[in-house]
């Protein structure tokens, strides 16, 4: 059993890392059994997150937001107050909020984003994105350290890390 | 069986969870985005007679028509997209991975030799294809390991 702290590779049923002294008794990391499964457990999200990217302040106006996604061709914006992360804007947000004919309004991204969204770590596990992208239906993850927005993941982007492992 | 050659194996239609929503050419604006939110989907298609003539995405609202002159009773047919990619229900899902990949697609219809449309492929689903195949590696996992319970439920 991989220790989910240190890696260390501990005897199948130890209460605790012989690595780090992490109790893992309770955790159940599978093995890697082949290709597929040894990326979803061993690459790391930050192998394949955007960093750095675009975000938008939470008292912008969505017209504000709208604009940033048009330039740079993304479908997500982390919203921050201050540097925090306080939600995500996403296109599917402004389509169930907003008419289009409405754009125009001065509603800022506050009333429309996605409040506490979602979030991962660097170091978190290319598994641990699918996990969060199907169980909690989501098709974008943030990604922070500390309070720090340091990266954003899609749901294309884990699929793009896949694919060579999928078809083989 | 690996996962791999599931996928190689699988016909693309395994993937299509529902029918494609879809509306007339002639409908406005207003009832597109009403049945986008009414079905909770991301894109409709756009139907002349019983042909795919075109798809309307969340990714076609925000680039033409947020912030634009449309109004509630413009036309579908000024928005969509008019010549979304297609692939047909015989193609395999390997063909449906590469070109989702390849054209950074998020979703292709399934139209067939008559134009019909007949679902659709989504990211989404192959990911939730591949969940559901290694269910041990993905759907079990604790979401966060740091946080995983030391001691047993109720103990």
């Known amino acids: 059993m991989h220790c989910p ?3 260390h590779e501990n005897i199948a049923g130890v209460d605790q890392c012989d690595g780090c002294g992490w109790e893992i008794g309770q955790t159940d990391i599978p093995l890697p059994t082949d290709a597929l499964s040894a990326l979803l457990l061993e690459a790391q999200i930050s192998e ?5 990217p675009v975000s938008v302040g939470v008292e912008a106006s969505v017209a504000e937001a709208v604009e940033l996604m048009r330039e740079h061709d993304i479908r997500a914006l982390p919203v921050l107050e201050g540097t925090g992360l306080v939600g995500i804007l996403t296109e599917r947000d402004l389509v169930l909020k907003l008419d289009p004919w409405d754009a125009g309004t001065e509603r800022s991204v506050r009333d429309l984003m996605t409040p506490d969204p979602v979030v991962v770590k660097p170091e978190d596990m290319l598994g641990t994105a699918v996990h969060r992208l199907c169980v909690d239906n989501v098709r974008f993850l943030p990604v922070v350290e500390g309070e720090q927005v340091v990266g954003i993941v899609a749901l294309r982007d884990v699929l793009r890390r896949l694919v060579p492992a999928l078809v083989g | 069986m690996p996962v791999s050659d ?16 879809s509306v007339g050419i002639d409908t406005t604006l207003r009832a597109a985005v009403q049945l986008l939110r ?5 894109y409709i298609g756009v139907l002349e007679g019983t042909r795919l003539a075109g798809m309307l995405t969340e990714r076609d609202l925000v680039k033409r028509a947020y912030g634009s002159a449309v109004g509630p009773d413009t036309p579908v047919s000024e928005v969509m997209n008019a010549s979304p990619r297609t692939l047909h229900p015989q193609d395999s899902l390997q063909t449906a991975l590469d070109l989702l990949d390849r054209e950074r697609y998020r979703h292709v219809a399934l139209v067939d030799d008559r ?15 591949l969940a559901e195949s290694m269910p041990e590696t993905v759907l079990n996992l604790p979401p966060d390991p740091t946080k995983a319970p030391s001691t047993a439920e109720g103990a």
């Open chain 1, 5 to 7: 702290i240190c890696a």
């Open chain 1, 48 to 52: 394949i997150a955007t960093r750095d």
């Open chain 2, 6 to 21: 599931e996928f190689r194996r699988t016909p693309i239609s395994a993937l299509v969870r529902r029918p494609l929503n």
């Open chain 2, 38 to 42: 009414e079905e909770n989907v991301r």
């Open chain 2, 115 to 129: 134009g019909r449309p007949h679902g659709v492929v989504t990211i989404r689903g192959i990911m939730q294809f």
